[in-house]
């Protein structure tokens, strides 16, 4: 070994690790990226052989260095990443390929493991060559894009009105997918608008459809939302405020529709939905299921109700029809809906946990919405076991309180 | 996890025999076979799903491709679909779109 670069911002774990490697007499350089970045790196002999990262560095400055010494020499270095204390911060290099070493940092020991990579890397160089490796951080930064477009598209927080409880979770799959849900008011807080929806396909693609969709839907709803009280303000009867519940996921289903059909049918995406609009103050609840997985309502005496279909997925098929149902959440039933990361969640052996499955945990085990949703997660862990996730998991449930019986 | 496709053209008449699981990571061999079917004239696409074990959503959208991929005329029946697949396919709702079937036509 010629010359090792050391990489990092300022810390004593690096401060320590090129003394150790200094102690087994290999010739070490220290520089932070900045410095890094703006040195003119050139043969012979002072362009690195190995290159020693702080996992704290960015992927993209890593490549931006390791693309400016690949330039300077004829093979590009080695790269070897080591953590400060945050072993978080390996993850998206192990991702990469690239090799790491862990504390404690021991003087022999650190040789020993640069000696095996650099060796390793010799033997197969595409585990590390520069062309594979900027393959790969680009793939990981893509991975990371369309994350960041989920993730920013799924609400900050879910309504909390009186007598209610609501959850949600996301357990994101390493390949971004485009699940997501939502919930938020309408009418001023008078109804909430529910949402669990899943963009078919994964990758960068299925995560702009999904941002794309969720901003149609809650666009229409919210900002053609309409009152049905009448000029004198006097509130309508039940069925004109069902009737007007339909209208508007009709008219926010139906345009999403066309609009996807309209502009992006040849792109053959298509997501599947489940829309609802609750009225907290009576449970009422009119929904309309765009082929997506019947969600689930537990009334309190134990029954089981299915949200079925009622409608095809969204941009599947132009002018499609959709047809509003409804039912109403009484005191003590919960509401579950998912998607199909939790049913088509596999074991290593590729069993998939199945409907019956989920519906029996969803009914017997838990009482809060938490609560359920705790077990729901408990029992994809169980059962997946260390098989790796594949689908984005999403789930919501809302629990109505048990009336309390006014004290006279 | 794997999965193979064959396709045989017969007249006007071409079949893709799916094998395993088409979801995600094998949709993109099945868009492939989908692009060389339409390479030629076709009135009927049949797609043999006797040997298809599995149908993701994802594995879907290449069905959706085809339908896209073909001309408005070209029917496309699905042979043999497992219980599972069928159910998976008439619950997006794109069972309008096709044709089940018990036995290959023609």
Known sequence: MQLTLLVSKPSDTADHLRAVLASDGMDVRQLTPEQALTTEWGPPGGVPDLLLVNAGLDLVTVRSLLHRLGRAADRPPTVVTFVDDRYADLEPYV????????????????????????????????????????????????????????????????????????????????????????????????????????????????????????????????????????????????????????EMLMRAVTSTNDYLIKNHMRQAYFATLFFAILDPETGSLVFVNCGHNPPLIRRHNGDVMLLHPTGPALGLIPQASFRPASTTLEPGDLFFGYTDGVTEARNTAGVLLGEAKMTAIVCTDATSARETLNCVERCINEHAGVAEQADDITMMAVHRDLAVMPVR | MSFTTTLTRSGNTVIITLVGELDATTAVAFRQEVDRAAEGDVETLVLDMKDLTYLSSAGLRGLVFAKQKMSDGVKIVLVKASDEVERTIRMVGFHHSVVFSDHVPG
């Open chain 1, 95 to 246: 991702r990469a390929g690239l090799d790491y070493i862990v504390p404690p940092y021991v003087p022999k020991q650190v040789r020993d493991r640069l000696v095996a990579s650099q060796l390793r890397q010799l033997i197969c160089p595409d585990s590390g060559d520069l062309q594979s490796t900027t393959a790969l951080l680009r793939y990981e930064q893509e991975l990371a894009i369309g994350r960041e477009i989920q993730l920013g598209f799924l609400p900050d927080g879910l309504p909390t009105p009186a007598g209610w409880n609501f959850t949600a979770r996301f357990l994101p799959a390493r390949e971004v997918s485009g699940d997501f849900y939502d919930a938020f008011e309408m009418l001023d807080g008078r109804r909430i608008a529910l949402v669990v929806a899943d963009v078919c396909d994964k990758g960068v693609g299925a995560a702009l459809f999904m941002a794309l969709i969720r901003s149609l839907l809650r666009h229409t709803a919210v900002y053609l939302e309409t009152s049905t009280r009448d000029r004198a303000g006097h509130p309508p009867d039940a069925d004109a405020e069902r009737r007007r519940d339909e």
